[in-house]
């Protein structure tokens, strides 16, 4: 076994092997230029680009002339929620979302409520799921967009999508989703799922970073974006700019591995994530799993030690690559926000943990892991003071402390 272990897949994902072999020819051999229609140079790449189309398209369900290429789903998340309010500014100027949404989602709304747009952040329940009652009263008749996220990327918690998307188009109103973490690791169909416009990147299913896709949907209803980016008129008008040929026919042999091997890939790492959180909550008390398990990407786990500090659950546990509930941001030390969406206190939401298993995880490197936070929760443990009162019976809300 190789040290150190990388167990954070939700923020980016290795390169497959495959998804390499797949991409090399087309920096230095195959370099045109998709978009140039005059020789062969050109007639490769975009031969490339439609084949990676076909394959990204055949994983969501989608037709292939839907998908429209970005540099990731940061781009993908700008260019649907901007492009909607852009183009659908006569209809009205609402847009429904939820506070755990990636912040490319929520810095985005920031930006378009500057910009007369009127934004309703839904909470969650604390589950981390979505109450589709208060999602019903948030419609009003200028609403044009609700954009939830399939999975969520800190807790892997799976929102009622098909549902969203029923009640959106009930309303007349489209159906935005960030599908970032559930793509090629849950089965994901935009047409059972009433998804009318969709964002996906394939560094975080084994493909390259800087490129990404938005699913547009063409019929019943035809979507249309304006432009965020002007230039050329590449993908439809929506998207302009020289196309990452190498990234694309990565990201589309990617999806392609994904489609073949989910199935298995999910039984293996949920088999194995389950693993680790049963030694977790067989061998150390307190310990409380974030987000429902009920609907739960297979690979997340999300767990607060209380009375462990995570930054230095984190500094003992430095030969495994893991994110904690913290987020640095300037000076401060942040609880996420994520984790307080769901009612968690700053102590618990400071103590958490983000396992993000994957396709390279070994079982034997579960177990290491396992063994190691085991063993170090315990050691700070016994370093705390609060822990051993709570032990002892102590109400701690209820002890008065005084300085002296
Ligand atoms: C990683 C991530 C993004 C951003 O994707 P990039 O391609 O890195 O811009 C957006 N949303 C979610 C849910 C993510 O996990």
Redesign the pocket.
């Known amino acids: 076994m190789k040290l150190p272990i990388y167990m954070d897949n939700?923020a980016t994902t290795p390169v497959d092997p495959r998804v390499f072999e797949v991409m090399k020819p087309y920096f230095t051999e195959h370099f045109g230029n998709a978009a140039s229609r005059n020789h062969s140079f050109g007639w490769e790449a975009e031969e490339a680009v439609e084949k990676a189309r076909k394959q990204i398209a055949e994983l969501i369900g989608a037709a292939a002339k839907e998908i429209v290429f970005t540099s990731?789903?940061?781009?993908s998340?700008n260019l649907a929620l901007k492009g909607a309010a852009e183009m659908y500014a006569e209809k009205g100027n609402h847009i429904i979302t939820v506070a755990t949404e990636?912040k490319?989602i929520l810095d985005t709304c920031k930006h378009l409520e500057k910009h007369g747009i009127r934004v309703t952040y839904l909470p969650v329940k604390q589950d981390g799921l979505v109450d589709l009652d208060m999602l019903r009263d948030a419609i009003t008749d200028k609403t044009i967009l609700i954009s939830v996220?399939y999975a969520n990327?800190e807790i892997g918690v799976i929102q009622p999508v098909t549902e969203i998307g029923k009640i959106a188009h009930e309303r007349g109103v489209l159906f935005h989703s960030?599908a970032?973490?559930a793509v090629g690791k849950v089965p994901v169909n935009v047409l059972k799922d009433n998804i009318d416009i969709m964002?996906l990147?394939a560094?975080?299913l084994y493909g390259p970073?800087g490129v990404?896709a938005l699913y547009v949907r063409r019929k019943s209803p035809r979507v249309q974006l304006a432009a965020q980016m002007d230039g050329g008129g590449h993908e439809r008008g929506m998207r302009s700019g020289t196309l990452n040929v190498p990234g694309i026919a990565g990201f589309g042999e990617a999806c392609e591995i994904a489609r073949r091997e989910m199935p298995e890939e999910s039984a293996r790492l949920r088999a194995l994530r389950d693993k680790l959180r049963a030694k977790l909550e067989s061998e150390l008390d307190q310990v409380y799993i974030n987000g429902t398990m009920e609907s739960r990407l297979p690979h997340n786990l999300n767990i607060s030690f209380a009375y462990v500090e995570g930054e230095s659950l984190l500094m003992g546990i430095n030969d495994v690559a893991v994110s904690s509930g913290s987020a640095c941001t300037s000076a401060t030390l942040e609880p996420s926000y994520v984790l307080k969406a769901l009612g968690a206190g700053d102590d618990l939401a400071h103590s958490s943990i983000r396992f993000g298993l994957g396709r390279f995880n070994t079982e034997e490197e579960v177990d290491y892991v396992g063994d190691k936070v085991v063993d170090v929760v315990k050691k700070l443990r016994e370093l705390s003071p609060l822990y051993e009162m709570a032990k002892e019976g102590i109400d701690l809300t209820k002890v008065a402390w005084t300085a002296h």
């Open positions: 939700h990731g789903a940061t781009e998340n990636h490319a996220m990327n960030d970032v973490q964002s990147t560094h975080k970073k990404g």
